[in-house]
């Protein structure tokens, strides 16, 4: 049985103090929850909120990070500096870091690596533009990403990497893949991860949906056989809507 992952990508929102006050709102109420509970913050308050979260079952993620081990790299964040900080999870290859910093397969396969090494667990991205499904591409898409992503990743450890399938065209923009949609998309991606790690790895591999989750929906989707999780945005920065995407 593989345990849903419900996690909240807070982009580039919220200071330290509110990060730690949403922490303390939800901890009491997460008891009971059948799923992970994952909390993606902005990098500036990783320790802060880790900090808040020790001993609640809440987890903590960064949302990126550099693959290089250190050295001369402004502004970037080494993997080992994630882990002096017990960070459980790391977004990689989000959408808006392909579009917006140029990400390519490669880099996104390096962090990969480095992330596994180092202990931290990929939350490795995927999805494609709303012309890619238009021309009936997506599935060539997805794979191409989710398996360059995997590149060099044994079998152990690649059934421990989390994915999300984020369809480009649904982020931020109120517009939801149908769960039937985005449960083919990750049944497919399943069948790919498959083809080449066999089912024991296939089958353990968590497979989140991304794209304008919200409590109202989150239930269909959740009800879908091989959609494992979520990964949301705007509606995970409020703590009360947040709660409501544990309700599935
Ligand atoms: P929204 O939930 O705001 O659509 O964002 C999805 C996302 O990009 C999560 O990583």
Redesign the pocket.
């Given at each position: 049985m593989r345990k849903p992952i419900i996690a909240g990508?807070w982009k580039m929102n919220k200071t330290i103090d509110q990060g730690i006050s949403f922490v303390n709102e939800i901890k009491e109420k997460i008891a009971g929850t059948d799923a992970e509970v994952v909390l993606c913050p902005p990098a500036t308050m990783l320790a802060q909120l880790k900090q808040a979260a020790t001993g609640t079952g809440v987890k903590i993620g960064a949302q990126n990070m550099h693959q290089a081990e250190d050295g001369a790299f402004t502004g970037e964040i080494s993997a080992a500096m994630l882990s002096d900080l017990k960070i459980d999870y790391v977004i990689i290859g989000?959408s808006e870091r392909r579009q917006y910093f140029n990400e390519t397969d490669q880099g996104v396969n390096e962090k990969v690596l480095k992330a596994l090494e180092t202990g931290i667990t990929p939350i490795l991205c995927c999805g494609e533009t709303l012309e890619e499904r238009e021309a009936g591409n997506t599935n060539e898409v997805v794979k191409k990403q989710v398996l360059a992503g995997l590149e060099g990743v044994p079998a152990e450890k690649a059934a421990t990497v989390v994915i999300a399938y984020?369809p480009i065209w649904?982020?931020?923009t109120g517009k939801t893949a149908t769960s039937e949609d985005a449960n083919t998309v990750i049944s497919f991606i399943r069948e790919s991860v498959d083809a080449v790690y066999g089912k024991e790895v296939s089958e353990a591999v968590r497979i989140q949906y991304?794209?304008?989750?919200k409590p109202s929906n989150v239930k269909t989707l959740m009800a879908e056989t091989d959609i494992d999780g979520a990964?949301?945005?705007?509606?995970s920065l409020d703590p009360e809507s947040f709660l409501g995407l544990l309700d599935f």
């Open positions: 990508n989000h984020e649904a982020i931020g991304g794209g304008s989750v990964l949301v945005g705007g509606a």
